[in-house]
């Protein structure tokens, strides 16, 4: 079939760009196009699964209840999965919940990063790692 579109003069590749790779030439034959790998069109994105959002939103809904978080935003990226918390609606986080999956092995996958980028306490396990931020929580009553 494509030897017939480029026996009449149509040029294949062309009429491929033209109409959105949809496999025909201008005249409805049929050309020869390699299979598109599904690896490639679906990267992998780290996320939260259910058992780590349970305790992450327990302390958020604790924290807000106390006055002190109002916001927060959730980003799954390609080597991290972030949970920020904002005081107010600002631009820069008051503190991110990381998870980074190539850790496992290292220092762990999770970890709590304060608002200048210091890292607060990493770990292998997230109800260990959140810890740092209910000290927050708890004050001396006058």
């Keep these: 079939m494509q030897e017939a579109c480029r026996a009449r003069g149509h040029f294949v590749a062309f ?3 033209l109409i959105g790779m949809a496999g025909l030439c201008q005249h409805g034959h049929m050309t020869v196009q390699p299979p598109i790998p599904l690896t490639a069109a679906l990267p992998e994105r780290v996320a939260f699964n259910r058992a780590e959002l349970g305790p992450i939103l327990q302390l958020y809904g604790r924290m807000v ?3 002190e978080w109002r916001d927060y935003a959730m980003a799954f990226l390609h080597e991290v999965a972030v949970f920020s918390v904002y005081r107010r609606a600002s631009e820069n986080p008051l503190y991110r919940i990381e998870k980074r999956p190539r850790l496992r092995a290292r220092q762990g996958q999770f970890a709590v990063i ?5 890292v607060l306490r990493r770990g292998h396990d ?3 790692v959140l810890r740092v931020l209910e000290r927050k929580l708890i004050r001396a009553v006058n």
């Design 15 to 17: 009429s491929r760009r």
């Design 65 to 67: 209840a106390a006055g």
């Design 114 to 118: 304060g608002a200048e980028g210091q």
């Design 126 to 128: 997230l109800v260990t």
